[in-house]
Structures are given as structure tokens and as C-alpha cells.
């Protein structure tokens, strides 16, 4: 059986990665789990300073890092950043669709900016990160699109309808486009709850994992060509058992449920999660 370190070196050497979302959380993660193995990144995210901050960080490492500041809701900025990119490193292996938030669109927390912002980020910018990079990596003979759903895709989920709706969006997106360009490798990743501070103070999460053993478990994955993978396995099974359950019994779990959704609070201002590595995605 090869081993994991093998499979990683082997896929991602020198591979030329632009992923959103790099200055925290997850997408931070991806970044130092990948630095070893001498990726040409393109890092996009609001924060410059923090991508700068990174790319200082792994300085030491094999890798290289092209910056530059985007807010995934722009398509003009988000299209001028992937052609940008692949003019600076000759073209694209792989695009990882990584930004996200996650705001309580509950009915009694109802807030049309916040819906906005869920839509804009979550599926919006996802859908233009990769149609951006797709009008050059269809014209290659391989490439890789990844995408970061989440759990909470496999059903409605009370107080998270709206970020539910944009997960399992971006799902089917990438499930049609596979269709349609069988050359192409696509990657849908469910993670359920990662430890990052999106997720301070809720009482109810379960199953944590850490950032770092996220991301290599996404990294992992990814190199071994799986078309969708749903993490920790606890989540794994909540999501299939959650997917195939019949709608008057998950209807009657979610009414049992829905007082232990995390309170929300005072709404949280949006420029706190982009480019969080979709810490959304962690609230399942």
C-alpha cells in the first residue's frame, strides 16, 4: 500500500493551486499542509496583511506565493485574480473554492443583509472562482476543482436555511459540471465542525477536529482523485442517515432540535469570517 506522505508528493509537487479564503481558518491550514511539497500558490483573500503574513511564515518552504487582495463577491475582481494568476505561473493544476460564512438567518434572527452576505460568499463567490478558472482549465488536458460544502448540505437545518441552501448549491454545481467536462476532476469536501473561532461558545458542537487534521484530511483526499468526501466519520454517518431519513421524521427531529441551535446573538460583521477557510463550513 503506498503511503500517504507518497500519494501527497506525488500529486501536489510543483502544482499551481489559487485558493480563496487563505488568511485563516481552514484555508490557512491548506496552505501550511501543502507548503512542503513546492505548490505555486495563488492566495486570494480580503486580508492582504494576513496572506502576507503567511507567505512569511512558509518563507523557508518549497513553495512560492503570488498575493493579491479579492473579495469573492466581485466577479470582476475575482475573475481579473484568476487570469492574473495563471499568466504569472503558466497556467492552472488545481482552484479551491474555500470562502465562506455562516450568519443565523433563523426566522426570529431575520436579517436581509445577512441573507445577502450568505448568498454573495458562500455560492456567489464560489460559482466565480471556479467558472474564472474554468475558462482556462477547460481548454487543458487535466485539472482539479475543489469546493468546500459542508455537512450541513445533507438537509434543511433550522436558523441555517439559507447557508444550507448555498452549501448544497455549490454541491450540485460541481456534480453538473463533472458531467460536462469529464476531463475535469471535481471535489466536493463536507467537513463538519473544525476548531476554529466561529465555533467559540456554542455549546453544541460535537465531533471537533482540528484545523491541521482537517486540512490534511482534505489535501489527502483530494490527491487521491475522491469525488466527495464527508468528514470526521461521525459526521459521515449523520449526514447519510440525516440525507436518506424520511421527511416526516427529520421534520419531527428538527422541531426536538431546534432550541439547541447556537443563539446568534448580535450579527457578526461579514469581514470577520472571509477568507476564514469557510469556518461556515463547520457549522453543521
Not at 475535469?184 to 465531533?207: A, D, K, S, W
Amino acid at each position: 500500500m503506498i503511503r500517504a506522505e507518497t500519494i501527497l508528493r506525488r500529486f501536489w509537487w510543483r502544482k499551481r493551486l489559487l485558493i480563496t479564503g487563505a488568511s485563516s481558518g481552514l484555508g490557512w491550514a491548506v496552505v501550511q499542509a501543502l507548503a512542503p511539497y513546492g505548490v505555486q500558490f495563488g492566495l486570494l483573500a480580503r486580508r492582504k496583511t494576513a496572506l502576507e503574513m503567511l507567505a512569511e511564515e512558509l518563507k523557508e518552504s518549497d513553495s512560492t506565493f503570488w498575493i493579491r487582495q479579492c473579495d469573492v463577491r466581485r466577479r470582476e475582481e475575482v475573475e481579473s485574480a484568476v487570469r492574473a494568476f495563471a499568466r504569472h505561473v503558466g497556467g492552472l493544476d488545481v482552484v479551491w473554492a474555500n470562502s465562506g460564512i455562516s450568519l443565523d438567518t433563523s426566522f426570529a434572527k431575520w436579517n436581509w443583509q445577512a441573507v445577502q452576505d450568505v448568498f454573495q460568499t458562500n455560492l456567489w463567490g464560489a460559482i466565480y472562482t471556479i467558472r474564472a478558472a474554468l475558462e482556462i482549465m477547460a481548454e487543458q488536458p487535466e485539472g482539479h476543482v475543489v469546493g468546500v460544502g459542508s455537512v450541513a448540505s445533507m438537509r434543511g437545518l433550522p436558523g441555517r436555511g439559507i447557508y444550507s441552501i448555498t452549501k448544497m448549491g455549490l454541491a450540485y454545481y460541481m456534480e453538473s459540471l463533472a458531467g460536462e467536462l469529464p476531463h475535469l476532476r471535481f471535489h466536493i469536501i463536507h467537513p463538519g465542525y473544525v476548531r476554529t473561532p466561529i465555533i467559540e461558545g456554542n455549546p453544541n458542537v460535537q465531533f471537533v477536529v482540528s484545523p491541521e487534521k482537517a486540512a490534511r484530511k482534505m489535501v489527502l483526499a483530494v490527491a487521491r482523485g475522491k469525488a466527495r468526501v464527508i468528514f470526521p466519520w461521525q459526521m459521515k454517518l449523520v449526514y447519510h442517515l440525516g440525507h436518506c431519513m424520511p421527511e416526516p421524521l427529520y421534520l419531527w427531529l428538527t422541531k426536538r432540535i431546534a432550541g439547541m441551535v447556537r443563539p446568534a446573538g448580535r450579527r457578526q460583521d461579514p469581514d470577520q469570517f472571509y477568507a476564514s477557510g469557510d469556518r461556515s463550513s463547520q457549522s453543521t
